[in-house]
């Protein structure tokens, strides 16, 4: 786990969930998906809008601005 996460929307959800390996990832229905730190499954484009609440789980293993 290098540098700090990405923090990218849920698959499922609007809340966005950190993720430490994007290139870690699997096409889904033409849908490029990576995990996070906390086992969802999150949306790897970044031309979509990330204003949705951060995912408490990965908050608290990551941290707000990385990890601790």
């Known amino acids: 786990m290098a540098g700090d996460p990405v923090w990218l929307p849920g698959f499922f959800t609007a809340r966005q969930h950190a993720v430490?390996?994007?290139t870690?990832?699997?096409v889904f229905h033409d849908v490029a998906l990576t995990w996070s730190v906390c086992g969802r499954a999150t949306v790897l484009d970044r031309t979509?809008?990330?204003d949705g609440p951060l995912c408490g789980r990965c908050v608290y293993l990551a941290g707000p601005n990385g990890f601790r």
């Open 48 to 50: 979509v809008a990330h």
């Open 24 to 26: 870690d990832r699997m």
């Open 20 to 22: 430490t390996d994007p």
